[in-house]
Every structure is written in C-alpha cells, then in structure tokens.
C-alpha cells in the first residue's frame, strides 16, 4: 500500500512539474514543434510558425489570441528550419538555442549577449518580451527586447548611444514571406535633436522631424505622449530611448517596419482582432521620402509637380528638374551680403529672413536655449548660418548646412526662417503687393458678378425670400464670410478647378447607374478619371432654392482643413448654373448604410464600431481645437460619416459648418439648421451654438453605434420618444447592457460598452455645461480617466404632449440620410 501511494505521489508530482514549467523552458524542459509556450496570461504565444506562402519553420512570438499569426519577434529569422524537427531549449552552458533535426545550433542567444549560468531558465512575459535568467538570482541575462525585429511593441525600447554609436533598432522583412533582415532598419539618431529615422541601408528613407517632449513635430498628426503614448528620453549616459505605452489597456497597439520601408500602426482590440489603421502609416505621401527634392528644395504633396525650390532659390539644372529628376536640388539666385552692416547706408543692405509657415525643418539643425530674439540675432550675426526656427518648448534651431527634406505641410510645423539677400526680401515684398493688388481688384469685380447673381435670384424670390435674405445677412455678419469673400478665400486657397466637361465624362454624363445618393442640395455621383482615380462629385441641383450659401461655405472650410479622419476635397467645378464639388470616393459609403442595415451591421462587431467612434472622436478634436479654424460642424449624424475600404471613418459634409474667432465660445443664429434627433436642446430651440452642441450630436451617434438603432425610429414607441428616452431608461433600472446591439453577443465586451453608454448619456445631457468637451470624451473611451461620473436626465428623454400626427411625419421628413445636408428652419 505505501509502495502505490509513493507511485500516485510521484506521478502527481510529474504531472504538477509538467504544468508549471509551460511557460518556462529550462535546461530540462524545452518545447519541439508543434509545442508552444503561453505567457501567463495568455496574450502571447511563443512557438514555431511558417509564414504566409513559405514552408520553411521559424521561432516566433506573436498574438495568442489572434486567428491569424502575426509575429512580433523572430529567433532564427536568418537560418530557417527546412522540416518540423526543431526544438527551442537552454543549451547545457545556458544559453537559448535553435537546435534542427541534426541537432546544428541555428541560432543562440550568446550572439547577442554572453554572461549565460548553466542555471539559466526562459520565461515569455504578457508584454511579448522572452528574457533568459539566472535562475537562483533572478538577474536577467538576455531578452528578445534587446534584439528586436520589426515590431515595436508596448515597453519594447529602441536606443541609440551617442558616445559608443550603438543602437537598437527594428529591422525589416526581406519579403512577407522571408523574415530575414531586410534592407530597412528604424530607430532614434541621438545627435542633435533626437529624430526618429527609418535607413534603407546606410541612407536616410525618412524622418520625423526633432522631438519636442510630446510629439515629433515632423509628424503633424501625431498626438500628444499623453494620447499616442510615446515618449523619448535621454538618460546621463549619452544613451536615447524611444519607447511608446498605450494607456488604454483593452487596446493593442505596435508599429510594424514592412519590407518595403513603411511604418505602420496595427491595433488589436480585446486580443480579438487585428485593425490596421491604414491612415497612420510613414511615409504617408512622396514627400515624406527623405530629401526627394534636393538641397534647398521643398516638397509639397498639394502642388504639382510636388516638388519646388525656396524662395531665392532656382533649380541647380533645369533640364532635370523638368523632367522630375529632383535630386540635384537648387542654387541661390542672389549672393548673400551677409559681411554688410545693416544699417550702414555707404556698404548697401544686409541679409534678412524670409518666414515660412507649417514647415517640416530641415535635417542637421543644431540646438540651444535661446529665446526668439536672440535665436534670430545669432544667426543673422552668423555668416555660415542659412536658416532658423524657434519653436515654443523646443528652443532654437539654425541650420549652418545645406537645407535638406524640407517640407510644406497643411497643418502643424513649424515656422522656418531662411536668409535671403536683401534684394531677394524686396522683390518678394513686390510680388505680395503685386498679388494683393490683383486679389483685391479680382475681389470687386467678383463682389460685382456676385451682387449681380444676388439681385437675379432675389427678383425670382421676392417676398418670403425677403426674411430669409435678412436672417442670412446676420449670420454672415458673425462668420466674416460675405459671398464675394468666400470667392477670393477660394481664389487665395487655389484649390483646384474641375471642367465641366472632365467631370462630365468621370460620371459618364452623370448616369443613374453612377449615382450614389441624393440629398437636400442635390446628387452625388462617382467617378473616374482616366488615371483611375475614383472621385465622388455633389452636384448642386438647379432647381434647388438653398444650397449656394452652403456650397460656398463649405468649399472655404474644408479647403483648409487636412485630418485622416475629415473627407477630403479634390477641388470643385463652377461653370454656368452647375456648381460641384469633388470628393475623395468612399467605397463603403456612409455609416448608415452599415449601422441600420439588418445584414450589413453584422460586419462592425465591437472592435470596429470602437475603432470607428474614436476615429469620429479625433476628427471632432481636431474641428474643434486643432485645426488652423475652429469649426463648429452643426450637422453631425451617421449619414454624415463616411467609410473607407478599411471602415475607416471620415466627417463629411460641412455645408453647415462655421467658424468661430479664437475667443468665441458660442453664438446665436436665428437659421437653425441640421437634423432633427441630433440637435442640442439650446441649439434646436434658441438657436444657440457651440463645442457642445456638437458633443450632444456626438453623443447621440455613440448611442446609434452601440445600439445599432436610429435616435428616430421610436416615434411609434410607447416607452421612449427617441434613442435617448429609451437608453436613459435603461440606465436608471439599472439594465443598461440591455441597449447594446443584439449581435454584439461577446459578453467579454460588456464592461467596455457599459462605459461607452455611460459616455454617450454624459455627451446627450440636456445644458451644455453639464456635456464634457471631445478631449476629455476621447480620455473616457479610452479609460484614461477611469472613474466616469452618473449622467444627468438627457434632453428629449420624455414623450412630449401633442404631437399629432402630422407634426411626427414632418419630424420623420427633416433627415435625409443619405450623403447630404439636412435643413430644418426653427419654429
């Protein structure tokens, strides 16, 4: 009997020993393949993979809970195994090794770092990091962090050392069936400024621009360390670290450097599923390539070609240049007389700085702590110094080089000051004179042709169109934008100009098989160019008595705004009484389409309707406070969020939108327009606007996202007048979760909608100081801030007395939901 009992203890034993070394591998226990080793809790899988269209077996480490592998580090990334026969074990000396069939080491830690115990145990960690450790010390002798491939994940860091030159840095693929090193590698250059740069080979392929403690300023949507999570420090040594860690932590982020030299963003929610974000990606345009046009050359994607020289700057060989071989660069046209004296009248004019606006600043720029003033005066008293910038929490920059990978953004940057002879600042000076002088002169004869067209229109509407007339003139008042200006805001703007005839032969003369959807101002059809390019074009309609004053304000806003999560606008066509814009082609239409389709909205599971909200969260942001204007949007709803290949949202039709001065916090109008169910109470009744009238609307589209329902079909509801009746009714029983869309069934999710319905009743409170602004509402989906306080009683949460029939079908006519802009006059 004591024999059986010390054989049941042994195998127990063997058993229990067995269980707890499957997330170690020792000396004793290794894993073979197919075996693999989970970390311990179970986000990550460490084991032997092919890649896609490749048999040969590899040593990686990827998601666990992703159907589809997706490694972020690689052992034997350079000596693949050829059959299954591989094992991953500590060698007798304590290194980790790739052993084959044969029992050849293919790889071993000792490569990258020696100091290996014959005690030696490796672990898998949930941040992905493998780490090899004196197992009686617990003193780390290598990691996989030290060796990364081409993933950069939470915690991972990438350094570089300025005294001893060594970096970390990510390698590429040489193909997405190879994971051997690649030709590109990415990382941070120390000297100077801290950049981060991606090489292919020893070249520069692009750069961000100098960290200023938040962002690269190089990136012009990069956001905050706070929201993007990336940081960059430099210790005592000399050595620089880059590193990211999202806050959020049901969300997933690394950046991966592909074969071909790209940085992209990949985003995994609730370890569910992969969602690339296409939209953030390095190099986004041509001109992120590093120095594309030269020495003394300017990119800009918006022009063409996109390539130009500096002011006081001419092609180095012209007949290259025209042939969009750029890389000569350029040549001063007028010598610098930077050894004259200023003010001294017998030696002539010295040099001066020309400024430039929203810049990418060159590369090689040396630093100090100089103030504005004296950053200028350095480098005017500096005869080698060409060019400097002051940026408020950088300091000063001035570069004493060859300005190289200059850049023109539409937003952020920085403004770049280049030395110009004195001649050069005074013709410039000629030539604005000049331009303001035709512009002014173009602005009359427009405010002429304008007045004209007015008096025309307001002859075929006198009498109710008198009021209308009065009421617009107000409004106009207050934005600063007559008709006449918003013409020569567009001439100044130069967006680009479509013929009547290209657009007619892109939508083969508009044919109802092209057409998209039709709203209040008209159709919108696609197109093609012969180049393949898709296009979307609105197309006023003729017989419409609204839409001019909406057209026009919305080619002058939307022409200055960029953002990946705004639509963006190609240009327009005014030609006779055809009046059209032309968008980017969306190919997944408008949210709508998705959310209230039965079939269609089993495509967003949770993971993309969160994704989406927070692209509409960011879009908002940057309206509201990042953007050169501010813009109230007014009009924003489902139909008005379009979606890209990827489900990518993008804000859409600001017709409505205005622009608020820099003090503003709200105004009146006495033309209330939208949609019905998405305007805040103080907007739809006394005309009042502001940040938080869009909040109400943002909120009343969180709901629609989570829900999967209209705000407006439960007018025939006996519980709820509207969406927010009906969830507010839900929250004070306490059954909140019951609002959720019936097909999100992944109870896994239900702590993370809860919070999304918390936050979209506090954006649908009924007085506007109650509502948080869009930052913070983007810090409470993303549970930066994680205590999130009880919402108060929405607006139009109670069925309202009186409403007979009649009025209900005019409240279900004011949406068009469809790519469009909805009006609805206040009563």
Avoid at 279 to 303: A, I
């Amino acid at each position: 009997m004591r024999i059986h009992g010390y054989i049941i203890i042994a195998v127990l034993s063997f058993h229990m020993g067995f269980v707890a070394s499957i997330d170690t591998i020792t000396s004793t226990q290794f894993i073979k393949d197919p075996e693999s080793l989970i970390s311990p809790s179970s986000i990550f899988k460490l084991g032997f993979f092919s890649p896609e269209n490749s048999s040969n077996r590899y040593v990686g480490i990827w998601y666990n809970q992703i159907s589809v592998i997706t490694p972020i580090w690689v052992a034997n990334r350079n000596k693949p195994l050829t059959d299954s026969s591989g094992i991953l074990k500590v060698s007798e000396d304590g290194d980790l090794i790739v052993l084959n069939g044969q029992d050849q080491i293919l790889w071993s830690s000792s490569n990258v770092s020696t100091g290996a115990v014959g005690n030696s145990t490796a672990e898998l960690n949930d941040n992905g990091n493998l780490i090899l450790l004196d197992f009686i010390t617990r003193n780390t002798i290598w990691e996989s962090f030290q060796q990364p491939c081409n993933v950069l994940v939470e915690d991972m860091r990438l350094t570089s050392d300025k005294e001893t030159g060594k970096k970390t840095l990510l390698t590429s693929w040489k193909s997405p069936s190879d994971p051997s090193v690649g030709s590109f590698s990415a990382g941070i250059d120390p000297f100077g400024i801290p950049q981060f740069f991606v090489w292919n080979g020893s070249s520069p392929y692009l750069r961000s621009g100098p960290w200023n403690g938040k962002t690269f300023i190089g990136v012009p949507d990069m956001y905050s360390v706070y929201l993007s999570g990336f940081n960059v420090v430099p210790d005592a040594n000399g050595v620089v670290s880059m590193s990211f860690n999202y806050v959020n932590q049901s969300v997933v982020r690394d950046y991966v450097l592909s074969y071909e030299g790209e940085l992209m963003e990949n985003i995994f929610l609730n370890g569910k599923k992969s969602i690339p974000d296409s939209d953030w990606k390095l190099p986004r345009t041509e001109c992120d390539v590093y120095g594309l046009c030269g020495v003394f050359g300017v990119c800009n994607p918006q022009n063409s070609p996109i390539c130009s020289c500096l002011k006081g700057f001419e092609p180095k060989n012209t007949d290259e240049w025209d042939t969009g071989n750029w890389i000569g660069g350029c040549v001063r046209t007028t010598l610098l007389q930077c050894d004259r004296l200023w003010n001294d009248p017998e030696v002539g004019k010295g040099d001066g700085f020309l400024r430039l606006e929203t810049m990418k600043v060159p590369d090689f720029a040396q630093w100090s702590t100089s103030d504005e003033q004296h950053c200028k005066e350095a480098c005017l008293n500096n005869c080698s110094c060409v060019a400097y910038s002051y940026y408020t929490g950088l300091g000063c920059m001035s570069w004493a080089v060859n300005l190289i990978d200059t850049q023109t953004f539409s937003m952020g940057g920085a403004d770049l000051f280049i030395r110009l002879a004195y001649e050069e600042l005074i013709e410039n000076k000629r030539k604005i004179k000049t331009i303001i002088g035709v512009t002014v002169s173009a602005g009359i004869i427009c405010i002429l042709i304008v007045a004209y067209l007015l008096w025309r229109w307001l002859a075929k509407h006198i009498g109710s169109m008198k009021k209308s007339k009065n009421t617009l003139l107000n409004e106009t008042n207050h934005t600063t934008f007559s008709d006449a200006d918003n013409i020569n805001q567009v001439k100044l703007q130069e967006l680009p100009v479509f013929t009547l005839q290209k657009l007619v032969t892109a939508t083969d003369n508009f044919h109802t098989k092209n057409k998209l959807g039709q709203g209040g101002f008209g159709p919108v059809y696609k197109g093609e160019f012969p180049d393949g390019q898709e296009i979307a074009v609105k197309r006023l309609s003729r017989a419409s008595g609204q839409g001019f004053e909406e057209f026009m304000n919305e080619v002058v806003v939307i022409s200055k705004l960029q953002h990946r999560n705004l639509v963006r606008i190609f240009g327009c066509c005014v030609e006779g009484e055809e009046k059209m814009l032309v968008y980017e082609y969306m190919s997944n239409k408008s949210l709508d389409a998705f959310l209230f389709d039965p079939q269609r909205k089993r495509l967003l599971d949770w993971g993309q309707r969160f994704c989406i909200a927070q692209g509409i969260c960011r879009g908002l942001l940057y309206l509201h406070r990042d953007s050169r204007l501010r813009i109230i949007h007014r009009d924003l709803k489902a139909s008005n969020i379009l979606l890209d290949q990827e489900l990518n949202p993008k804000i859409s039709d600001f017709g409505m939108a205005r622009i608020f001065g820099v003090n503003e916090n709200q105004a009146n109008t006495q033309r209330v327009v939208g949609t019905y169910g998405y305007m805040s109470p103080e907007y739809a009744m006394e005309g009042r606007f502001s940040e938080k009238s869009d909040v109400f609307s943002l909120g009343v589209l969180l709901l629609e996202i989570v829900s999967g329902r209209r705000n407006t079909s439960f007018y025939d509801n006996d519980e709820a007048l509207s969406l927010l009746g009906f969830a507010w009714k839900l929250w004070i029983e306490g059954n909140a979760a019951a609002l959720k869309d019936r097909i999100l069934n992944d109870p896994s999710n239900d702590e993370e909608i809860l919070r999304f319905i918390n936050v979209g009743l506090l954006c649908v409170q009924e007085f506007a100081k109650d509502r948080p602004n869009v930052s913070t509402v983007i810090s409470m989906l993303n549970s930066e801030i994680v205590d999130l306080p009880s919402p108060k009683q929405p607006a139009f949460s109670e069925r309202q007395i009186g409403l007979d029939s009649d009025s209900s079908q005019n409240q279900k006519k004011c949406s068009a939901n469809v790519v469009t802009i909805t009006v609805v006059d206040g009563r």
